[in-house]
């Protein structure tokens, strides 16, 4: 459980969690000097009932809110503060507006600094305060009124923080693993230690993390919590790692710990963007501004079909980012910009990889997973999407999608490690069956096409044209013929007239020929086109053989050459070339082709000064 302050300026945060934990989390000499928090502090705060808190203190500065929003981002419940006696001032509106943002689903208000003011002026006070939260996840929060002074209202935080931490979900243990760094520094004699707090997942000593972007690998040489070694940490938690394996130069705020496959980084991210209604101007994609997700800032521009976002609108759009960043769906970003810099609005990812094309958003974050699957996959297509990638490219934990998939057993198709939409593998079988009977129009005499032809002029994966095939052939639209052939079921090649006699006409050519037949090339140009396919046609009715790729033999004479051949070589005696040409009595041109073949059929072998009759 994380809770994280919130407020304006000088209000009085870091002197709140110093009288409730007893850490001052103003550790930087800069921070002495100035009186001012300018880097995020943490401390282990008690709460009865609970446990064990973790508090990440933020500054108030405006300078600082990039500061602010890398402490706030995954935290469970804000603590948010408010001097009496100033009210409700600039950041004060900011940081709710940021909580806002990213989610955060509840906390407490401590209207601090209640010793320096009357009574009247605290009520006055709460009604403000009750404004600015109307309409927010915190509207209904407990308002205590406090004073690190005196002491006054301090019990009563710590109650109020314990019971609305009692309604907070816990985040699920079963899911992939994910920490924004949020500080990076070295210890003496340990090494390379980052801090911040586990998103989702677990991560044990000795397990192997990425670092992204950029995906090196480094070592978990082991965790605190809370200044406490232990095994494993859960998620929700504060969390120091010594890393071993990478450098501490290599690490900086910024980057994000994960496990688990799945996790890719994105420059284009699909998401539902918000402008808040307190910004002046439209958001439109010439607008350049800073994007704010987990403890990573980059710039970026925001594209929204149909137009500037308007202040006050949400809608669906595209986040072209400058840097990679590592996202997952469902997670909340938060943009600045403008002049003087500013939050401007912020969303939710609805696909961190978004297909590469120009496709039109079509789903918001909060369509339901399932309806989010099948338009994910629909839109994949032949690619199909990788089962490992779904739970960062949907926002689900591993068992959810593993439920998710048996549901949709009907109309998800699981080839291996990727799934596809039935409905595309559907349709493929048509246009499959469709190209074959084109392929059979087209040419009349071929027993059937190249599956391989088939797979070039079909978009998709090879394993889900296989089983378009196997789909195919077991619906009885198609049968596979030897050879990585297939034809449509019960297709003949058929001959006209003409071509009857052209087939007669070239089986006698070849008998007649004998040893010494015609080229392919030869045959075509006395007697036209048909010739290959009706030779074809005559090697798989037997009648022909190929010796060379453009050259047939009457399978009558060829065999009767093998036989001459067997009967002239003495076993286990090399021949030379020249001495087969004298004892069958080809020459060279024939020769060799023929010689080769007997090769390749196992009847001859060759040696390095001459042949042998294969086996002997
Ligand atoms: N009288 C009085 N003074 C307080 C109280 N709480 C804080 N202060 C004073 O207010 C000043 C600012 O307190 P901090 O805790 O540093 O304020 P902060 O909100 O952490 O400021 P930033 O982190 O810079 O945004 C300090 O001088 C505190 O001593 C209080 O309850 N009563
Ligand atoms: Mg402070």
């Not at 934990?21 to 921070?31: A, I, Y």
């Not at 590592?326 to 810099?341: L, Q, T």
């Not at 392919?520 to 053989?545: D, F, N, Q, Y």
């Not at 020249?578 to 073949?597: H, T």
């Amino acid at each position: 459980m994380i809770v994280g302050t919130a407020g304006h300026i000088d209000h009085g945060k870091t002197a709140l969690v110093r009288a409730l934990t007893g850490v001052d989390t103003d550790r930087l000499p800069e921070e002495k000097r100035r009186g001012i928090t300018i880097d995020l502090g943490f401390a282990p705060l008690d709460l009865p009932n609970i446990g064990v808190a973790g508090v990440v203190d933020v500054p108030g500065h405006e300078a600082f809110v990039r500061t602010m929003l890398a402490g706030a981002t995954g935290i469970d419940l804000a603590l948010l503060v408010i001097a009496a006696d100033e009210g409700v001032m600039p950041q004060t509106r900011e940081h709710v507006a940021i909580l806002g943002l990213l989610g955060i689903r509840g906390g407490v208000v401590a209207l601090t600094k209640s010793d320096l003011v009357e009574g009247d002026w605290l009520d006055l006070v709460r009604l403000d305060v009750a404004d600015l939260l109307a309409g927010t996840a915190m509207a209904e929060a407990p308002m205590v009124a406090t004073s690190v002074v005196t002491g006054a209202g301090l019990p009563e935080l710590r109650d109020a923080l314990a019971t609305v931490a009692a309604e907070v979900s816990p985040r699920q243990d079963d899911d992939v693993f994910r920490m924004p760094v949020d500080r990076v520094f070295t210890i003496r004699g340990t090494g390379t230690v980052v801090t911040g707090t586990v998103w989702s997942g677990s991560v044990g000593r000795e397990d192997v993390v990425r670092v992204m972007p950029g995906d090196r690998t480094a070592r978990v040489r082991g965790l605190q919590a809370h200044g406490t070694a232990i095994d494993r940490a859960k998620p929700g938690t504060r969390l120091a790692l010594a890393l071993a394996g990478i450098d501490h130069d290599a690490l900086t705020r910024g980057a994000v710990l994960v496990s688990e496959g799945g996790w890719h980084a994105s420059r284009v991210l699909r998401a539902d963007v918000t402008l808040l209604g307190s910004a002046t101007a439209a958001l439109s994609p010439r607008a350049a501004v800073r994007f704010h997700l987990g403890t990573t800032e980059v710039g970026a521009r925001v594209v929204t079909p149909g137009g500037p976002l308007s202040p006050g609108e949400t809608r669906p759009g595209r986040v072209v980012l400058d840097a990679p960043v590592v996202a997952r769906a469902g997670d909340r970003f938060v943009i600045r910009g403008g002049s003087p810099v500013g939050t401007l609005g912020g969303g939710v990812v609805v696909d961190p990889h978004p297909p590469h094309r120009r496709a039109r958003p079509w789903t918001a974050q909060h369509d339901s997973f399932d309806a989010r699957l099948s338009l994910a996959l629909r839109e994949a297509g032949g690619e199909g999407l990788g089962i490992a990638d779904l739970p960062v490219r949907l926002g689900a934990t591993p068992p959810d999608v593993a439920a998710c998939l048996e549901r949709h057993r009907g109309d998800v198709l699981r080839i291996g490690s990727r799934i596809f939409d039935r409905g595309y593998r559907d349709e493929l079988v048509s246009s499959l069956a469709e190209a074959v009977a084109q392929h059979h129009r087209r040419n009349s005499l071929d027993a059937g096409v190249l599956l391989q032809t088939m797979r070039a002029r079909l978009a998709g994966r090879p394993e889900l044209l296989d089983d378009a095939v196997r789909t195919a052939v077991i619906g009885g639209h198609l049968e596979t013929i030897e050879n990585g052939l297939v034809r449509r079921t019960g297709w003949k090649p058929t001959l006209s007239n003409d071509q009857t006699d052209l087939k007669a006409t070239l089986a006698g050519a070849l008998r007649t020929a004998g040893a010494e037949p015609p080229s392919l090339g030869e045959l075509s140009a006395a007697h036209g086109p048909s010739v290959a396919p009706i030779i074809r046609m005559l090697e798989r009715e037997g009648t022909v053989v190929s010796v060379e790729s453009d050259r047939y033999y009457d399978a009558g004479a060829l065999s009767a050459l093998v036989d001459r051949l067997r009967g002239a070589m003495v076993a286990g005696r090399e021949y030379t070339p020249s001495e087969l040409r004298d004892v069958i009595g080809l020459s060279r041109k024939y020769l060799i082709p023929f010689l080769e073949y007997c090769d390749r059929r196992g009847i001859t072998e060759r040696r390095s000064t001459g042949r042998v009759l294969h086996g002997t």
